[in-house]
């Protein structure tokens, strides 16, 4: 693959949008183009609430460590984009706001 064939599919100019927080707010999914070509909004928000559980908590009884809900929630939306064949490079972040 020739450089500007390279320059066509990839930019060094991120997608950028400043949103006010609000008390409510529970969590920030950073994700890469493979999870959002896949993964709805709506369905990453459910599927990181679940993950979270009440009062910041995992719902999953691998309590380890504080974080656990986050990397939980990570890695469940990274195998979701997999497993609906994303064909972009995957990366999520999730951040406990509540916390």
Avoid: F, Y
Wanted: aromatic share 2%; hydrophobic share 40%.
């Amino acid at each position: 693959m020739m450089m500007d064939e390279i320059g066509l599919w990839a930019t060094s100019e991120p997608d950028i949008s400043v949103t006010k927080r609000e008390s409510r707010d529970e969590c920030l999914i950073l994700g890469s183009n493979g999870l959002w070509d896949v993964v709805s909004s709506e369905t990453a928000s459910k599927t990181v609430h679940q993950c979270l559980g009440e009062n910041g908590n995992s719902s999953v009884e691998l309590r380890t460590d504080t974080d656990v809900g986050t990397k939980l929630a990570a890695t469940l939306l990274a195998r979701l984009a997999l497993g609906r064949r994303s064909a972009d490079n995957i990366s999520v972040i999730v951040v406990d706001l509540r916390k």
